[in-house]
């Protein structure tokens, strides 16, 4: 499956953006679609996960402020983030796996899309 991500932009601390990554090749209504973030001199990090039972996932430093959505008419996830914080900014990629579990290791996805990078000022 190919990923287009974008959304990506600067955005003052307590404002919201919201991520979109376009998937072709394959639904993915049969797919866990995940986002990741890597900040700089960082690894790059689990941000969010849902599968195609609806299951989602959250790190416990976006819980509460991002939410992961789906809309399988359109073949896209969603990311919206809000409350946004100076240590959110980072590059945020789109990725995917076709197995129902919601992995937070990047290895497990074999799908990733190209980055948008966010950044948040204080």
């Known amino acids: 499956v190919q990923l287009q991500a974008c959304g990506g932009g600067l955005v003052q601390a307590g404002g919201s953006l919201r991520l979109s990554c376009v998937a072709s090749?394959?639904?993915?209504?049969?797919?866990?679609m995940g986002w990741f973030r890597q900040a700089p001199g960082k690894e790059r990090e689990f941000v969010a996960g849902v599968n195609y039972f609806g299951g989602i996932n959250y790190a416990d430093s976006v819980k509460g402020r991002f939410s992961i959505s789906l809309n399988n008419a359109k073949n896209t996830v969603y990311l919206q983030m809000n409350s946004l914080k100076p240590e959110d900014t980072a590059v945020y990629y789109c990725?995917?796996?076709?197995?129902?579990?919601?992995?937070?290791?990047?290895?497990?996805?074999?799908?990733w899309g190209q980055g948008a990078l966010v950044t948040v000022s204080s």
């Open positions: 090749g394959r639904t993915i209504s049969t797919s866990v």
């Open positions: 990725a995917a796996r076709g197995n129902i579990r919601i992995e937070v290791t990047p290895g497990a996805y074999n799908s």
